[in-house]
Nanobody, 113 residues
Framework: QVQLVESGGGLVQPGGSLRLSCAAS????????MGWYRQAPGKQRELVAS???????YHVDSVKDRFTISRDNANNTVYLQMNSLKPEDTAVYYC???????WGKGTLVTVSS
């Protein structure tokens, strides 16, 4: 059974940093692309960043140069390093295996002074 467990969310001031982690189990992690999505209050869930099995990355324009997705296949974990956080980054952040129905339960990131 595939499980995705996110961690690392919390309250941070504007300009601060957080690193989200998503630990995967029950799957051959290294062969799958992985993605981070977010859903802000009253808005649709959106893709933030993705990384392929070949380590090719994509970041949505609104987070380019601030967020970085990475993966550690030895530990079945995907990360999202978030720097220079803005209030508009406030959302629940979800880990997802693209092309499947596998989602984590999410971790809340709140950017506020």
């Amino acid at each position: 059974q595939v499980q995705l467990v996110e961690s690392g969310g919390g309250l941070v001031q504007p300009g601060g940093s957080l690193r989200l982690s998503c630990a995967a189990s029950g799957m051959i992690f290294s062969i799958y692309a992985m993605g981070w999505y977010r859903q802000a209050p009253g808005k649709q869930r959106e893709l933030v960043a993705s990384i392929t099995s070949a380590y090719t990355t994509y970041h949505v324009d609104s987070v380019k140069d601030r967020f970085t997705i990475s993966r550690d296949n030895a530990n079945n974990t995907v990360y999202l390093q978030m720097n220079s956080l803005k209030p508009e980054d406030t959302a629940v952040y979800y880990c997802h295996v693209p092309g499947t129905g596998y989602w984590g339960k999410g971790t809340l990131v709140t950017v506020s002074s």
